[in-house]
């Protein structure tokens, strides 16, 4: 059974950091598309980034680029997602999920990350306030 556990969230001052972790148990998180996720109350779920099992590349949305890096630990079954220069507006619920089928990263950017539901496996979430 796939499983997927996110960690790192909290409450943080605007202009700091942040990293989540997606452990992965059950399966190899490396053979899979991963992708990160946020979720305001009331709101719709919407795709942040996104590492590809087909070449190991990122995709990051337009508001998060430059601020947030994603990265792979093979070693410990886990995807990272680096959160710098944080503000207000970041604060949401992260989730993780992973897909095997190749090139969902890139169908996910090209669809101004709208196919997010084509992720099978997703994790509880993690909770981000960015908040002085």
């Known amino acids: 059974q796939l499983h997927l556990v996110e960690s790192g969230g909290g409450l943080v001052q605007p202009g700091g950091s942040l990293r989540l972790s997606c452990a992965a148990s059950?399966?190899?998180?490396?053979?899979?598309?991963v992708g990160w996720f946020r979720q305001a109350p009331g709101k719709e779920r919407e795709g942040v980034s996104c590492?590809?099992?087909?070449?190991?590349?990122?995709y990051y949305q337009d508001s998060v680029k430059g601020r947030f890096t994603m990265s792979r630990d093979h070693a410990k079954n886990t995807v990272y997602l680096q959160m710098n220069s944080l503000k207000p507006e970041d604060t949401d619920v992260y989730y993780c999920?992973?897909?095997?089928?190749?090139?969902?990263?890139?169908?996910?950017?090209?669809?101004?990350?709208?196919?997010?539901?084509?992720?099978?496996?997703w994790g509880q979430g993690t909770q981000v306030t960015v908040s002085s």
């Open positions: 999920a992973a897909e095997v089928t190749p090139f969902r990263c890139e169908a996910l950017y090209g669809s101004s990350w709208r196919e997010l539901w084509d992720f099978d496996s």
């Open positions: 059950g399966f190899t998180l490396g053979y899979y598309a």
């Open positions: 590492i590809s099992n087909s070449d190991g590349s990122t």
